[in-house]
């Protein structure tokens, strides 16, 4: 059975999985379904269509599942949808989508420190960390394996490739290419995502021949369609660089350089 503090409000409408554990004063709404063993703690809010899979953690303040702040919402019901392991640290805000039957989309194993912010529409994957003040604002993609630095803030539309690394108060307008690192404002590709691929268990081929591909896209002056084409032609199409190279064919805003 749920363990509820007697001070928290739990709609008779709300779902809660074996073993929740509800703080004090904490708040989940008439819609929500909590798998097993997530842990709200004092004052956390889980409102809105939201479901929530096993063993997430909401601390103090964190509010989830609220309605978009997008001025073209027009009413109806829209969702969030929330995978496992996930900690919310504290004032944490994640908001449900814009138009009718719309998401926004968490994956799994994501840590999401203080006062981050997931806007409406997102689809965020697994094993991503957003450092403290980090904002995503609507419709932004982040793949997985993804960090954003403290303050980092990322417009709408954007994609973040997957074991990318944003740094701290950057100021993100364009696509940000997989297995890079970014920084600045406005943001700069500055180098391969070195660490974070050695920390991720990629071998030293890969990241060697990510090496060339940075210096092929974002070093010798050319357009991304013709950096395509040349990495196409001149190195071997491991499986990271046919990543980065078909998600730079699909950016609709431009890669970050």
């Known amino acids: ?41 004092a004052h956390a809010i889980v409102d809105g269509h939201t479901v929530m899979g096993s063993d997430n953690e909401v601390f103090p303040f964190a509010c989830i599942g609220g309605k978009t702040q997008d001025l073209k919402y027009k009413g109806g019901v829209t969702f969030v949808e929330i995978g496992d392991h996930n900690v919310f640290r504290e004032c944490c805000t994640v908001h449900a989508g814009t138009a009718e039957g719309a998401f926004t989309r968490v994956g799994s194993h994501n840590n999401f420190l203080a006062t981050t912010h997931i806007a409406h529409d997102c689809q965020v994957g697994s094993h991503v960390i957003m450092s403290n003040f980090a904002a995503i604002a609507g419709h932004v993609v982040v793949e997985d394996h993804a960090v954003l630095g403290g303050m980092a803030a990322i417009h709408q539309f954007v994609r973040i490739g997957r074991y990318s690394m944003v740094g701290g108060c950057s100021k993100v307008v364009q696509d940000i ?81």
Do not use: W
């Open 1 to 41: 059975m749920p363990d509820i503090h007697p001070t928290a409000i739990i709609h008779p409408g709300a779902i809660l999985g074996e073993g929740c554990v509800v703080g004090p004063y904490a708040v989940v709404g008439p819609h929500v379904m909590l798998g097993p063993r997530c842990r709200l703690h």
């Open 177 to 257: 290419p997989p297995f890079m690192m970014v920084d600045g404002n406005p943001a700069e590709t500055r180098f391969v995502n070195k660490v974070g691929l050695e920390r991720g268990g990629f071998s030293e081929d890969a990241i060697a021949m990510l090496t060339k591909a940075y210096k092929v896209f974002f070093r010798l002056g050319l357009t991304t369609a013709n950096a395509i084409e040349r990495a196409e032609a001149e190195l071997e199409m491991t499986p990271e660089l046919r990543h980065l190279v078909e998600f730079a064919r699909a950016s609709q805003r431009g890669l970050t350089k």
